[in-house]
Nanobody, 123 residues
């Protein structure tokens, strides 16, 4: 079993920055591709970014390209999402997810999910 715990969410003004962390326990983090998703109440969960197990493949949704950076530290079993130039539309609950398969933009390969961390961007 794998447990994922997100942290780093909060309230920030538009243009500000936050760094989210996702700590994995129960299985070696380097054996899994990881991703961040986000969800706004009443809407479907949306893919944000993914990173392969050794970091060689990274993908972003178009709306965050150039502003968000996903990275990982396998020695710490932790994945990060650095979010810069935040906009009110980035307000959502952000979820970390892990898969033993290859990361995709779809939810189905991800077996493990964190509990989510709220990010609120004020205008």
């Amino acid at each position: 079993q794998v447990q994922l715990v997100e942290s780093g969410g909060g309230l920030v003004q538009a243009g500000g920055s936050l760094r989210l962390s996702c700590a994995a326990s129960g299985r070696t983090g380097s054996s899994m591709d990881m991703a961040w998703f986000r969800q706004v109440p009443g809407k479907e969960r949306e893919f944000v970014a993914s990173i392969s197990r050794i970091g060689g493949r990274i993908y972003y949704v178009d709306s965050v390209k150039g502003r968000f950076t996903i990275s990982r530290d396998n020695a710490k079993n932790t994945v990060y999402l650095q979010m810069n130039s935040l906009k009110p539309v980035d307000t959502a609950v952000y979820y970390c997810a892990a898969t033993l398969r290859e990361a995709t933009m779809a939810e189905w390969p991800y077996t493990y999910w964190g509990q989510g961390t709220q990010v609120t961007v004020s205008s």
